[in-house]
């Protein structure tokens, strides 16, 4: 199988590769495009973008969303801003160089050709949603206004306040919508993807329940795209929006596509810690205010025992009884290391017993040092609407006492597996966006994740999809009273009926919390041989309590949400395996995914290139077998791979 | 904290709805509105669990559903009549972003769905806002492809102009406006998207056309007419402002005249 494998990474220099593959794609006249039909799964930055465009080319193409309207895709919440190597600041800013620091970024584990094309086409976004009517920031003479983010020497990054990834979104949207309005894109809101259809071998249709009536309904096409976004909710709480799933990419995966990098999931140091049991979600809080902020945990303990019974306020504690870890770890970027190298130092002092809240995961970020340097109108000039949105959620004044703060899942960076293309292991389906593998490796840099997402919709996607469709456009319609559909519907309506039928003891949000304590406990921040193997074990035995003990409530021909959170909490008990298999096999420490076993004397990362420089995809072998491995060489050519540091 | 909650239940669109009480104990101050919703619902599907209690007549209509999922205040999709306010009782801010403590202990809390003609109920708290697409499907776009288009500082905005435009962006779509309008009219809606291009020169070439457009659509899916009582404003959660609202007037005017 591994014949599989096949990256089709074009021959020839870096900065050519693109433009020379463009011109060896096949493309399909107009006439045949209106021939030809293509299913979409979601609507965020990528699944929009990859509508609208084929739309307007012609194509008839169908898009589904699991929410009321395609606008809530959680893409909507993004913050910070969009990176695009514009070089407008004149600061040496160049495709070469956004390119670059993605894959350094990345810690070495994503592909160079991808990654360049994406630094490559990062232009052509700005100017498209310009077009489009996105508010982005404006300088006083004008022109766009461009900020810095971690990871970058450059200033780069393209904002819209504390709202890019609305604003963005919102412009993808209206571009669906024209093509709605024009008849050659049909929107379904309010449908899931329940299973692909394969023909020979190809994706060629869905199965998909209508949330609203309960129906299950077969919608049939000449290929099929998949946008559905990450897998973060395995965790139970992440930043991820209370329905943002992994069960398409899932059901792709059991039907042949591979898997990549699954234990690849990035966890952001600054969010609003968890509050207690009854917490649903977590709150990101940008990665901007560590520019200011200054984090700390007490040095002694009996300070700490005082704080979580409130007899004393932080500020109560004097500077001296104060431990600055990051800067007392990392002299040299001190509170700015990157995101998961202060997670990490997060968790340490608070297994040690020094977290400052009540639960014990939590520390401080703390702007009184510079309140007292630049004033507090300053500091609200600067963060105010996060300010605000903190004071909201904690009812503590982040002016006068310091803020509270504790890793959570926030981005995978793994996914299903793609080539040069993005199409999967099976022909005609395609993976964009934040489900498929491609671009951030190991780690993935702020403002690079709309920047891939409409990357791949507008300016790829639709270029690559047509190499495909140009060997279709003889085939007929699908039909969709085929046999695999109609064995793929029976199959979806026996496991609805199955889960119906249960009638247990626990709740659905129970048994998902239950992975969710598994999930970070071993397969988090920290992992190691022991605690994997365990994990495994543990989410094997609650696999079978969910099939045996879960109780589903309501009717499967109705408005079901119960329902809807069981069918996804069956796929994360099996995604969440998957991950801690990928980690237990990846024998070495890079990006976000920390094997204790392989770091540092002072507890850094320790990347072992000689034996996993290679994108781990995983191939599907039946229910309850052992997946299977399949190695693709990461090769790089142009870089000079080297080791990160941030101490000196 | 404990609290009463007056909820209404609704099987379909069909059906017609009714309020039940419950009861709630224990509820974190920190908890948000949607997190003690969630606490209910697993209270009420034990509830069904037990075929004892339900023999004995308990009368459990199951978990009550509503619209959520970000749950930072941004995708728009919670939508609660909370103790007769779009959003409940805190101030620009979503259901969502609402904390209990906002509320005092043992306090009653009546929760509805947004009513309004223009927004059907599907089931209990959930209602169908799909019309709000549709108006945007009218016209609430500028007419350019992928592709072929000018470089980004081809096309200068002043920084006021940007400013004012997001604005009017910041509208998440959630439907409180109408919900809250007596009148049941989507003109906050309507104007914060047509306002919001219109100060743009990219928006600005189809901006009487986009207006005229996007208000026949929202007349003719059964929204009312705005009577300028600024209901819509106070209740925001984005803070976007009547001001947009005579941008529309302004561009829809102008349709008008060239009519």
Same mark, same amino acid.
């Given at each position: 199988?591994?014949?599989?494998?096949?990256?089709?990474?074009?021959?020839?220099?870096?900065?050519?590769?693109?433009?020379?593959?463009?011109?060896?794609?096949?493309?399909?006249?107009?006439?045949?495009?209106?021939?030809?039909?293509?299913?979409?799964?979601?609507?965020?930055?990528?699944?929009?973008?990859?509508?609208?465009?084929?739309?307007?080319?012609?194509?008839?193409?169908?898009?589904?969303?699991?929410?009321?309207?395609?606008?809530?895709?959680?893409?909507?919440?993004?913050?910070?801003?969009?990176?695009?190597?514009?070089?407008?600041?004149?600061?040496?800013?160049?495709?070469?160089?956004?390119?670059?620091?993605?894959?350094?970024?990345?810690?070495?584990?994503?592909?160079?050709?991808?990654?360049?094309?994406?630094?490559?086409?990062?232009?052509?976004?700005?100017?498209?949603? %310009?077009?489009?009517?996105?508010?982005?920031?404006?300088?006083?003479?004008?022109?766009?206004?461009?900020?810095?983010?971690?990871?970058?020497? %450059?200033?780069?990054?393209?904002?819209?306040? @504390?709202?890019?990834?609305?604003?963005?979104?919102?412009?993808?949207?209206?571009?669906?919508?024209?093509?709605?309005?024009?008849?050659?894109?049909?929107?379904?809101?309010?449908?899931?993807?329940?299973?692909?259809?394969?023909?020979?071998?190809?994706?060629?249709?869905?199965?998909?329940?209508?949330?609203?009536?309960? $129906?299950?309904?077969?919608? @049939?096409?000449? =290929?099929?795209?998949?946008?559905?976004?990450?897998?973060?909710?395995?965790?139970?709480?992440?930043?991820?929006?209370?329905?943002?799933?992994?069960?398409?990419?899932?059901?792709?995966?059991?039907?042949?596509?591979?898997?990549?990098?699954?234990?690849?999931?990035?966890?952001?140091?600054?969010?609003?810690?968890?509050?207690?049991?009854?917490?649903?979600?977590?709150?990101?809080?940008? $990665?901007?205010?560590?520019?200011?902020?200054?984090?700390?945990?007490?040095?002694?303990?009996?300070?700490?025992?005082?704080?979580?019974?409130?007899?004393?306020?932080?500020?109560?504690?004097?500077?001296?009884?104060?431990?600055?870890?990051?800067?007392?770890?990392?002299?040299?970027? @001190?509170?700015?290391?990157?995101?998961?190298?202060?997670?990490?130092?997060?968790?340490?002092?608070?297994?040690? @017993?020094?977290?400052?809240?009540?639960?014990?995961?939590?520390?401080?970020?703390?702007?009184?040092?510079?309140?007292?340097?630049?004033?507090?109108?300053?500091?609200?000039?600067?963060?105010?609407?996060?300010?605000?949105?903190?004071?909201?959620?904690?009812?503590?004044?982040?002016?006068?006492?310091?803020?509270?703060?504790?890793?959570?899942?926030?981005?995978?960076?793994?996914?299903?597996?793609?080539?040069?293309?993005?199409?999967?292991?099976?022909?005609?389906?395609?993976?964009?966006?934040?489900?498929?593998?491609?671009?951030?490796?190991?780690?993935?840099?702020?403002?690079?994740?709309?920047?891939?997402?409409?990357?791949?919709?507008?300016?790829?996607?639709?270029?690559?999809?047509?190499?495909?469709?140009?060997?279709?456009?003889?085939?007929?319609?699908?039909?969709?009273?085929?046999?695999?559909?109609?064995?793929?519907?029976?199959?979806?309506?026996?496991?609805?009926?199955?889960?119906?039928?249960?009638?247990?003891?626990?709740?659905?949000?129970?048994?998902?919390?239950?992975?969710?304590?598994?999930?970070?406990?071993?397969?988090?921040?920290?992992?190691?041989? $022991?605690?994997?193997?365990?994990?495994?074990?543990?989410?094997?035995?609650?696999?079978?309590?969910?099939?045996?003990?879960?109780?589903?409530?309501?009717?499967?021909?109705?408005?079901?949400?119960?329902?809807?959170?069981?069918?996804?909490?069956?796929?994360?008990?099996?995604?969440?395996?998957?991950?801690?298999?990928?980690?237990?096999?990846?024998?070495?420490?890079?990006?976000?995914?920390?094997?204790?076993?392989?770091?540092?004397?002072?507890?850094?990362?320790?990347?072992?290139?000689?034996?996993?420089?290679?994108?781990? =995809?995983?191939?599907?072998?039946?229910?309850?077998?052992?997946?299977?491995?399949?190695?693709?060489?990461?090769?790089?050519?142009?870089?000079?791979?080297?080791?990160?540091?941030?101490?000196? | 904290?404990?609290?009463?909650?007056?909820?209404?239940?609704?099987?379909?669109?069909?059906?017609?709805?009714?309020?039940?009480?419950?009861?709630?104990?224990?509820?974190?101050?920190?908890?948000?509105?949607?997190?003690?919703?969630?606490?209910?619902?697993?209270?009420?599907?034990?509830?069904?669990?037990?075929?004892?209690?339900?023999?004995?007549?308990?009368?459990?209509?199951?978990?009550?559903?509503?619209?959520?999922?970000?749950?930072?205040?941004?995708?728009?999709?919670?939508?609660?009549?909370?103790?007769?306010?779009?959003?409940?009782?805190?101030?620009?801010?979503?259901?969502?972003?609402?904390?209990?403590?906002?509320?005092?202990?043992?306090?009653?809390?009546?929760?509805?769905?947004?009513?309004?003609?223009?927004?059907?109920?599907?089931?209990?708290?959930?209602?169908?806002?799909?019309?709000?697409?549709?108006?945007?499907?009218?016209?609430?776009?500028?007419?350019?492809?992928?592709?072929?288009?000018?470089?980004?500082?081809?096309?200068?905005?002043?920084?006021?102009?940007?400013?004012?435009?997001?604005?009017?962006?910041?509208?998440?779509?959630?439907?409180?406006?109408?919900?809250?309008?007596?009148?049941?009219?989507?003109?906050?809606?309507?104007?914060?998207?047509?306002?919001?291009?219109?100060?743009?020169?990219?928006?600005?070439?189809?901006?009487?056309?986009?207006?005229?457009?996007?208000?026949?659509?929202?007349?003719?899916?059964?929204?009312?007419?705005?009577?300028?009582?600024?209901?819509?404003?106070?209740?925001?959660?984005?803070?976007?402002?009547?001001?947009?609202?005579?941008?529309?007037?302004?561009?829809?005017?102008?349709?008008?005249?060239?009519?």
């Amino acid at each position: 199988m591994a014949e599989k494998l096949i990256s089709k990474i074009p021959e020839g220099p870096l900065s050519e590769k693109w433009t020379k593959h463009k011109a060896q794609l096949k493309v399909v006249n107009p006439g045949n495009k209106r021939k030809l039909e293509i299913i979409v799964i979601g609507t965020g930055l990528g699944g929009a973008s990859a509508a609208a465009s084929p739309g307007e080319l012609g194509y008839n193409v169908r898009v589904f969303c699991i929410s009321d309207s395609p606008r809530r895709a959680h893409s909507i919440a993004a913050q910070g801003g969009i990176n695009a190597a514009k070089n407008y600041q004149n600061d040496n800013d160049s495709v070469y160089r956004l390119f670059y620091e993605t894959i350094k970024g990345g810690d070495y584990r994503s592909r160079e050709a991808n990654v360049y094309r994406l630094a490559e086409v990062s232009g052509n976004i700005i100017d498209q949603c %310009v077009a489009q009517g996105v508010p982005f920031a404006r300088e006083y003479g004008g022109l766009l206004a461009n900020r810095s983010f971690g990871g970058a020497q %450059v200033s780069r990054t393209f904002y819209a306040r @504390g709202q890019t990834g609305q604003q963005l979104l919102l412009g993808a949207y209206a571009a669906l919508n024209r093509q709605i309005a024009e008849g050659t894109v049909k929107s379904y809101p309010r449908h899931e993807m329940l299973d692909i259809v394969l023909i020979n071998g190809e994706a060629k249709g869905i199965i998909a329940r209508n949330l609203v009536t309960g $129906e299950i309904e077969r919608f @049939g096409a000449h =290929a099929v795209v998949l946008a559905s976004g990450g897998y973060g909710n395995t965790y139970f709480l992440s930043t991820n929006a209370m329905n943002s799933n992994g069960s398409a990419a899932w059901q792709c995966y059991k039907k042949g596509a591979f898997f990549a990098n699954p234990c690849f999931a990035q966890i952001h140091p600054t969010c609003i810690p968890v509050h207690g049991d009854q917490q649903s979600k977590l709150t990101l809080m940008s $990665e901007s205010l560590r520019n200011d902020g200054r984090i700390w945990v007490p040095k002694k303990k009996e300070d700490v025992m005082k704080l979580r019974r409130h007899e004393i306020k932080p500020t109560d504690i004097p500077e001296e009884d104060r431990d600055y870890y990051l800067e007392r770890r990392y002299p040299a970027f @001190g509170n700015l290391v990157p995101r998961d190298v202060a997670s990490r130092a997060a968790k340490e002092r608070c297994d040690a @017993g020094f977290g400052v809240n009540e639960t014990g995961l939590a520390v401080f970020l703390d702007f009184s040092s510079a309140i007292a340097r630049l004033g507090e109108d300053k500091i609200r000039e600067r963060y105010g609407n996060l300010f605000q949105m903190y004071e909201k959620i904690t009812a503590t004044n982040p002016y006068k006492e310091p803020m509270m703060i504790y890793p959570a899942i926030h981005y995978t960076m793994g996914g299903l597996w793609v080539d040069y293309n993005l199409q999967t292991t099976i022909p005609g389906l395609y993976a964009i966006g934040e489900a498929n593998f491609s671009d951030h490796g190991g780690n993935r840099l702020g403002a690079s994740a709309l920047m891939q997402g409409l990357a791949d919709g507008y300016f790829i996607l639709p270029y690559t999809i047509g190499d495909y469709l140009a060997t279709q456009f003889k085939n007929p319609k699908t039909d969709v009273n085929a046999p695999e559909f109609e064995a793929a519907e029976k199959a979806v309506r026996e496991k609805i009926s199955r889960l119906m039928s249960i009638k247990g003891k626990h709740t659905v949000d129970e048994l998902h919390k239950k992975l969710g304590h598994i999930m970070w406990e071993y397969v988090g921040m920290a992992r190691n041989e $022991e605690g994997l193997k365990k994990a495994i074990g543990l989410i094997q035995d609650l696999r079978k309590e969910f099939w045996s003990d879960v109780y589903v409530a309501g009717n499967t021909d109705t408005f079901n949400q119960e329902l809807e959170k069981a069918l996804r909490l069956s796929d994360f008990l099996e995604i969440g395996e998957l991950m801690a298999r990928d980690a237990l096999n990846r024998k070495e420490s890079c990006g976000g995914h920390f094997r204790e076993e392989m770091q540092t004397e002072d507890g850094e990362t320790k990347r072992d290139d000689k034996n996993f420089m290679y994108v781990a =995809a995983w191939e599907y072998k039946g229910a309850d077998k052992e997946p299977e491995l399949h190695k693709e060489p990461l090769e790089y050519e142009n870089i000079k791979i080297a080791t990160r540091n941030y101490k000196d | 904290m404990d609290f009463k909650l007056k909820v209404w239940r609704q099987k379909n669109a069909k059906a017609k709805g009714h309020f039940e009480e419950y009861e709630v104990k224990n509820i974190s101050p920190d908890s948000s509105f949607l997190e003690m919703l969630d606490i209910l619902n697993e209270q009420l599907i034990h509830e069904g669990m037990d075929p004892v209690a339900v023999e004995k007549g308990c009368q459990s209509s199951g978990p009550v559903s509503f619209d959520h999922d970000c749950r930072e205040g941004i995708c728009g999709a919670c939508s609660l009549y909370i103790n007769g306010r779009a959003h409940g009782p805190d101030d620009e801010v979503t259901t969502c972003q609402l904390h209990m403590r906002k509320f005092k202990d043992g306090e009653t809390i009546t929760i509805e769905p947004w009513r309004s003609k223009g927004f059907p109920v599907i089931k209990d708290l959930v209602v169908d806002r799909q019309a709000f697409d549709k108006i945007l499907q009218a016209g609430g776009f500028v007419s350019v492809g992928t592709g072929g288009v000018p470089d980004g500082n081809a096309i200068l905005i002043s920084h006021e102009t940007a400013e004012e435009s997001m604005d009017g962006a910041a509208c998440i779509g959630c439907g409180a406006c109408v919900a809250t309008c007596k009148n049941g009219s989507a003109m906050l809606f309507v104007a914060a998207r047509v306002s919001s291009l219109a100060l743009l020169p990219q928006g600005k070439i189809e901006a009487a056309k986009r207006a005229k457009a996007m208000v026949a659509k929202m007349d003719e899916l059964g929204f009312g007419s705005c009577t300028n009582t600024r209901a819509c404003e106070m209740e925001c959660p984005k803070h976007v402002t009547v001001s947009h609202i005579a941008r529309l007037n302004r561009e829809f005017l102008s349709a008008k005249f060239k009519d």
